[in-house]
């Protein structure tokens, strides 16, 4: 069984600021992660994937995320927050990349201050 | 736009009521997902297809439920005698099997029951 933990269902940061959203999973066989971003009334946007290829993986509009086994961790981040950033967020596993199904967090709804 | 794309966009019904949801994925794509997504919660599996084959259905997914893609092209998913806990975002997403794809996201379907 897969599970993923995301820690602040809110986070606030100002303009400019650093974007940091925790995600910790749980999986018995090799995880494949993700993180989706979702505005509101939207589908799904991936904005990253990890395939164990790299533990720091870099992603769309400037977010990465880095793959910490040892802490079973795959924490968001991005140096510089921008308020068109404002949306939820998810962290998501499945057991093979892409072509299974996905076991999503509750989300994380980031708010940028001006 | 050759994305996945839903309709209806919303659907409002009254309780009791069946509705009918249609996903056309991405043309090339062979594996089609159905997801749930309620306020304030991550998206929930409830069934895929490979093909026309439903390789797997969710303990979400009621008999009230039914999900079929007879040509393996579009989907459709039906829920019979609506309840007010259906009310939610349903989700198409579409991927192909092999390789390193992830899946896409339709823009989802908003379903209200009164």
């Known amino acids: 069984a897969q599970s993923v933990t995301q820690l602040g269902s809110h986070v606030s940061v100002s303009e400019g600021a650093l974007v940091l959203l925790r995600c910790n999973y749980s999986?018995?066989?090799?995880?494949?992660l993700f993180w989706y971003v979702q505005y509101p009334n939207q589908g799904l946007q991936l904005l990253l994937k990890?395939?164990?290829?790299?533990?720091l993986v870099k992603g769309i509009n400037g977010f990465e995320a880095e793959f910490k086994k040892s802490e079973t961790s795959f924490h968001l981040t991005k140096p510089s927050a921008h308020m068109s950033d404002a949306a939820e967020y998810f962290c998501?596993?499945?057991?093979?990349?892409?072509?299974?199904?996905?076991?999503f967090g509750t989300g994380t709804r980031l708010t940028i201050i001006p | 736009d050759t994305g996945v794309s839903q309709n209806p966009r919303h659907k409002i019904t009254k309780r009791g009521q069946n509705v009918t949801f249609r996903c056309d994925p991405i043309?090339?794509?062979?594996?089609l997902y159905w997801y749930r997504q309620t306020l304030g919660q991550g998206p929930e599996f409830l069934t895929y297809?490979?093909?026309?084959?439903?390789?797997?259905k969710s303990r979400l997914l009621s008999d009230r439920f039914s999900a079929e893609r007879p040509k393996g092209s579009f989907s459709t998913l039906e829920i019979q005698r609506t309840e007010q806990g259906d009310s939610a975002m349903y989700l198409c997403?579409?991927?192909?099997?092999?390789?390193?794809?992830?899946?896409?996201f339709g823009q989802g379907t908003r379903l209200t029951v009164v």
């Open positions: 997403a579409s991927s192909v099997r092999q390789g390193n794809t992830e899946a896409f």
């Open positions: 999986s018995s066989v090799p995880p494949y």
């Open positions: 990890y395939t164990s290829a790299a533990t």
């Open positions: 998501a596993v499945s057991s093979n990349f892409g072509n299974e199904k996905l076991t």
């Open positions: 043309s090339e794509h062979n594996r």
């Open positions: 297809f490979q093909n026309e084959a439903q390789l797997e």
